[in-house]
């Protein structure tokens, strides 16, 4: 079982910008600027790249604390422990804490998304989208009118489907496994358990909301705006997919075969949830529930089901016959 890094939501935040540079080509403050003939403050773009600033720039030094100490406290154990957890497994995505680091920075940069979306508003009253609080856009994933939905029923049987062709295979499970090794010792099952159950939900929930706001709430709506909600929504899709395909750099041996059949799964993903976007007037509430949900459940499934397999290539030691 294989789940996209971030640098995939990375290439597509560098796009995503560069896309929008022409509704916001003003000439701006070096650390905020007042559209004209609005109370509407414009962040600049180096806020982008500062983890934490835009809720600074506001005043919210609580979430701005939370941000900016949480994406470096993570990213930086990433890179002291990278040796460590690169010599006990063959996962491309073994470097957990560095993933959840930038889970964390693509929420956190959700307010900066936010932000330029208000601004194209402004400027193009036809413009759609979901004008979603910040604070609220985090809760999304875990509201039952979100996970009580069609598309996120679907995305949950499919990741039960997934598991259960998993399954059939001959391969010790969870109730075989002695000890995980995590950054740099092995410890116990159970104690272990509760960190990859609870780095499995980070993660999911960073994809959930950060991933659907940028690519459905963000760029899709700025190509249905463009070109048209079919166009806008085919774009996006494909975009979504094939951004997939970079990681193929993170893998020893890259399996191109594989890779295709993950970029085809994920543009046909992003098609589903786009199109429930879309007919529900741009709210992502759902398609956010739906990507977390479906991430949750395979990630923590194939660990239980196939524990060698698992998502963050953690080592496991199994109990002596």
């Not at 929420?107 to 194209?120: G, W």
């Not at 963000?218 to 996006?236: E, H, V």
Request: proline share 6%; with cysteine; net charge neutral.
């Amino acid at each position: 079982m294989r789940k996209p890094v971030t640098f995939s939501l990375g290439c597509g935040l560098l796009l995503l910008f560069w896309c929008m540079s022409g509704y916001n080509g003003r000439a701006q403050d070096p650390v905020l600027s007042y559209v004209p003939d609005s109370s509407l403050r414009l962040y600049p773009p180096w806020m982008l790249w500062v983890p934490g600033a835009t809720h600074f720039a506001d005043g919210n030094w609580r979430t701005g604390l939370a941000f900016s100490l949480g994406e470096t406290g993570a990213i930086a154990l990433g890179i002291a422990f990278d040796k460590q957890l690169r010599s006990e497994s063959s996962s491309p995505y073994y470097n957990y804490p560095l993933l959840l680091g930038f889970e964390l920075y693509n929420i956190d940069k959700c307010h900066f998304m936010r932000n330029r979306l208000e601004y194209i508003k402004a400027t193009y009253p036809g413009f759609r989208y979901d004008d979603i609080a910040f604070n609220r856009l985090m809760l999304e994933p875990f509201r039952p009118k979100n996970i009580f939905t069609p598309i996120t029923g679907l995305f949950v049987a499919v990741a039960l489907g997934q598991l259960y062709l998993e399954s059939r295979t001959d391969h010790p499970g969870y109730s075989d496994v002695n000890e995980l090794y995590l950054l740099n010792r092995y410890v116990p099952r159970t104690r272990a358990m509760a960190f990859y159950g609870t780095a499995s939900l980070a993660a999911s929930w960073g994809a959930g909301v950060g991933e659907e706001y940028w690519f459905r709430n963000g760029l899709m709506p700025i190509w249905d705006y463009r070109f048209g909600q079919t166009k806008g929504l085919a774009y996006s899709s494909l975009l979504f997919g094939s951004l997939h395909l970079t990681n193929m750099l993170f893998e020893r041996e890259p399996d191109l075969k594989a890779a295709l059949t993950q970029a085809l799964a994920a543009t046909v993903a992003g098609w589903l949830l786009g199109s429930d976007v879309q007919k529900r007037d741009y709210d992502i509430g759902p398609a956010s529930a739906a990507h977390t949900w479906y991430d949750f459940t395979l990630m923590l499934g194939s660990f239980l089901i196939n524990p060698e397999d698992n998502i963050f290539g953690v080592g496991v030691r199994f109990v002596l016959p």
